[in-house]
T-cell receptor, first 113, second 115 residues
Framework: AQSVTQPDIHITVSEGASLELRCNYSYGATPYLFWYVQSPGQGLQLLLK??????LVQGIKGFEAEFKRSQSSFNLRKPSVHWSDAAEYFC???????????FGTGTRLTVIP | ETGVTQSPTHLIKTRGQQVTLRCSSQSGHNTVSWYQQALGQGPQFIFQYYREEENGRGNFPPRFSGLQFPNYSSELNVNALELDDSALYLC??????????????FGPGTRLTVT
């Protein structure tokens, strides 16, 4: 069965510092992987996706993620965090048999001045 | 290009009642999925509609049902509401075809409170 693990429930970083949010997945084949961001009380916004090809994918708002098959990971990174990046971040894997996304439990990002 | 819209924004219902939530898909998208997001959790898949038929379902009881209309908009109906149904209900639309099916774009959600 597919699963997504986001080991960090809450991360605090200083504005301007670099950021890495971890995501590990369990899936039998090459997965479709996604990162979404959710601001308080809002829906989810797609940051980036990996379907195939180049394992380093660029997204919106200066985010990037790297797919590492050997580690079953798809970590999200940003070189310099802005206060507006404070939000909840969700990693998701596509369940191709059921046509849906399976989400991790999320990582809450706090940005301090 | 109009994004995914949902109505109402907030809703308060009493246990045992029925509720209908509505979703309009993004222009050009013919597939609609519904998710339930409990407080502090990630979204959980309820079901997906394509060509007005259910096209995949998560681990939710039959009292969760849906419809899709010819213009691709959709409704989520929940009967016999329970306290645990209190959550943010998210609608997502996507184009159909290969991996694009999974590139889902979410609406702002409907916050349902059951008392």
């Amino acid at each position: 069965a597919q699963s997504v693990t986001q080991p960090d429930i809450h991360i605090t970083v200083s504005e301007g510092a670099s950021l890495e949010l971890r995501c590990n997945y369990s899936y039998g084949a090459t997965p479709y992987l996604f990162w979404y961001v959710q601001s308080p009380g809002q829906g989810l916004q797609l940051l980036l996706k990996y379907f195939s090809g180049d394992t380093l994918v660029q997204g919106i708002k200066g985010f990037e993620a790297e797919f590492k098959r050997s580690q079953s990971s798809f970590n999200l990174r940003k070189p310099s965090v802005h206060w507006s990046d404070a939000a909840e971040y969700f990693c998701a894997v596509a369940q191709t048999g059921a046509n849906n996304l399976f989400f991790g439990t999320g990582t809450r990002l706090t940005v301090i001045p | 290009e109009t994004g995914v819209t949902q109505s109402p924004t907030h809703l308060i219902k009493t246990r045992g009642q029925q509720v209908t939530l509505r979703c309009s898909s993004q222009s050009g998208h013919n597939t609609v999925s519904w998710y339930q997001q409990a407080l502090g959790q990630g979204p959980q898949f309820i079901f997906q509609y394509y060509r007005e038929e259910e096209n995949g379902r998560g681990n939710f009881p039959p009292r969760f049902s849906g419809l899709q209309f010819p213009n691709y908009s959709s409704e989520l109906n929940v009967n016999a509401l329970e306290l645990d149904d209190s959550a943010l209900y998210l609608c997502a639309s996507s184009p159909r075809g290969g991996g694009l099916t999974y590139e889902q774009y979410f609406g702002p959600g409907t916050r349902l409170t059951v008392t």
